[in-house]
T-cell receptor
Framework: NAGVTQTPKFQVLKTGQSMTLQCAQDMNHEYMSWYRQDPGMGLRLIHYSVGAGITDQGEVPNGYNVSRSTTEDFPLRLLSAAPSQTSVYFC????????????FGDGTRLSIL | AQKVTQAQTEISVVEKEDVTLDCVYE???????LFWYKQPPSGELVFLIR??????QNEISGRYSWNFQKSTSSFNFTITASQVVDSAVYFC?????????????FGEGTQLTVNP
C-alpha cells in the first residue's frame, strides 16, 4: 500500500521475546495508529498518536509500547511476547484526527509460539 | 462504550445479484461517524465511505450504496449487480465525532463471496 510501510511482513517469535514492528509513512500525516486483527473480532485499536511526541492508549494496549519521535515513524514494541499476541497487525495514518484512517499498511502477520 | 455488530458472518451470492451487508451500532454519543472498509483477499484495508451522524441522506457511488437510519442505529451497505471482484471482507466501523477517525471501533466483518 503506497505511503504506509510496515516491516516485517511476517515474524515468528518465542514466548517472552521482545520485538519492534516498524511503521513509516511519507505523507506527512499527523495521525497514526496501530490495530490488531484477530479472526472473528474485526480490528481493535492498540495505540494511536496525534502527532510527534504524543501517544495514547486504545482499546487493547496491554503488552504493547509505542513512541512517536518523528512524524514519519510509529513503531510498536512487544515487551514480552505472549501467544495471545498472535495476530495480524495493521498500521494506519491520516492527515489529521478529523480524517479517518484512509491509509493502511499491508499488515504484519505475527505468530508467538 | 461503543459497539458495532455485523450479524452476517458470511454471505455467498451469484454474480449480478444484489447484496446488502447489515451494520448495527451502539453509542451514547450524540454525534459520531460511521465508516465502511473493504479487505480483499490480498489483505489490505480499503476505505469506502465515512458518514456523519447529522447526515442521514443515502449515498450512492457506482454500484455501491449506503443506507443510514439513525432511528434503528443502522448503516447498511448494498452492492448492486455484484461482481467476483467484490469478494472480500467488509467492515463497518464507528468513531466519536471529537476524535473522528482516530478511534475506530470495528465490527467483526462480513465475508462476501461472489460466485461466477
Amino acid at each position: 500500500n503506497a505511503g504506509v510501510t510496515q516491516t516485517p511482513k511476517f515474524q515468528v517469535l518465542k514466548t517472552g521475546q521482545s520485538m519492534t514492528l516498524q511503521c513509516a509513512q511519507d505523507m506527512n500525516h499527523e495521525y497514526m495508529s496501530w490495530y490488531r486483527q484477530d479472526p472473528g473480532m474485526g480490528l481493535r485499536l492498540i495505540h494511536y498518536s496525534v502527532g510527534a511526541g504524543i501517544t495514547d492508549q486504545g482499546e487493547v494496549p496491554n503488552g504493547y509500547n509505542v513512541s512517536r519521535s518523528t512524524t514519519e515513524d510509529f513503531p510498536l514494541r512487544l515487551l514480552s511476547a505472549a501467544p495471545s499476541q498472535t495476530s495480524v497487525y495493521f498500521c494506519a495514518s491520516s492527515y489529521s484526527t478529523v480524517q479517518p484512517p484512509q491509509h493502511f499498511g499491508d499488515g504484519t502477520r505475527l505468530s508467538i509460539l | 462504550a461503543q459497539k458495532v455488530t455485523q450479524a452476517q458472518t458470511e454471505i455467498s451470492v451469484v454474480e449480478k445479484e444484489d447484496v446488502t451487508l447489515d451494520c448495527v451500532y451502539e453509542t451514547r454519543d450524540t454525534t459520531y461517524y460511521l465508516f465502511w472498509y473493504k479487505q480483499p483477499p490480498s489483505g489490505e484495508l480499503v476505505f469506502l465511505i465515512r458518514r456523519n451522524s447529522f447526515d442521514e441522506q443515502n449515498e450512492i457511488s457506482g454500484r455501491y450504496s449506503w443506507n443510514f437510519q439513525k432511528s434503528t442505529s443502522s448503516f447498511n451497505f448494498t452492492i448492486t449487480a455484484s461482481q467476483v471482484v467484490d469478494s472480500a471482507v467488509y467492515f463497518c466501523a464507528l468513531s466519536p465525532e471529537e476524535t473522528s477517525g482516530s478511534r475506530l471501533t470495528f465490527g467483526e466483518g462480513t465475508q462476501l463471496t461472489v460466485n461466477p
